[in-house]
């Protein structure tokens, strides 16, 4: 079974703590949202799972006891603009750089029309990327993450800017890749309502330091919500069980 273990893990800055003794885990099948304030951490904290910055403590991946290095992880940064004139195919393609030569096979050449296809992107895989519109693009960059089938996705911020269908597009996406591939998916996002239909657990951060880390049922509340954020809400769930959030007045 695959597992993500994340033991006492710090970062610091010239002194400055960024991150401080970070400890959760996560298993397959699993979405996990990264919520707190701007600055609080959050895309720091999915870079070095990543492996991009160096960090103290531990991040163990494994699948049973077979321990994953970062080939099994796909990071997808927050979508700004792009103006590359790639194709959609082409940007799709280059999810497999560790694995591409000079000539690219024809299982590469599948892979990438698979998934496209199951993404339901053919009508733009020869498009250049920067024609798409936002919700468009993000799926674009799905595909590049998930043509190499990573076990571990972490994404940064996959719904900003995007309308509410595409945001829901979005995440029902990363949910059934989730689930067809065993995989885990760390997700920063600032809208909780989002986080409370996605997740399986929440991690909130503050200023640098696990302020909560639960099912959401348990930590997305106003206890929980309001000395982060600083604000007086009001937190109900509807008929179907979904969070709706109304912020009443700052304190």
């Known amino acids: 079974m695959l597992s993500l273990t994340i033991e006492n893990l710090s970062f610091s800055v010239r ?13 397959e099948n699993q979405m996990s949202a990264i919520l707190g304030r701007n600055g609080a951490g959050k895309t720091t904290f999915i870079k070095c799972i990543a492996g991009m910055q160096p960090h103290g403590g531990k991040v163990t991946l494994r699948n049973g006891k077979q321990k994953l290095d970062r080939t099994s992880i796909a990071y997808l940064p927050q979508l700004e603009k792009v103006t590359s004139s790639l194709t959609a195919f082409e940007i799709v393609l280059l999810g497999l750089t560790k694995n591409l030569t000079w000539n690219v096979s024809d299982e590469q050449l599948e892979k990438v029309s698979k998934i496209i296809h199951e993404l339901k992107l053919d009508n733009l895989s020869d498009q250049p990327v920067r024609s798409l519109s936002g919700g468009q693009k993000q799926l674009v960059f799905l595909a590049q993450a998930f043509v190499s089938e ?93 969070m709706t959030l109304t912020p009443l007045k700052p304190l």
């Open 15 to 27: 002194g400055r703590d960024i991150l401080k003794d970070i400890n959760v885990s996560y298993m």
């Open 150 to 242: 990573p076990k571990l996705l972490l994404l940064d911020e996959p719904t900003s800017a995007l309308d509410i269908r595409h945001q829901l597009v979005v995440m029902e996406t990363v949910a059934e890749y989730c689930q067809s591939k065993n995989a885990i998916a760390l997700y920063v996002v600032h809208d909780l309502m989002l986080a409370s239909r996605f997740s399986d657990s929440v991690l909130f951060l503050n200023n640098g330091t696990m302020h909560a880390f639960d099912h959401p049922e348990s930590v997305l509340n106003s206890q929980t919500i309001d000395p982060i954020y600083n604000i007086e809400s009001l937190i109900e769930k509807n008929s179907r069980g979904l």
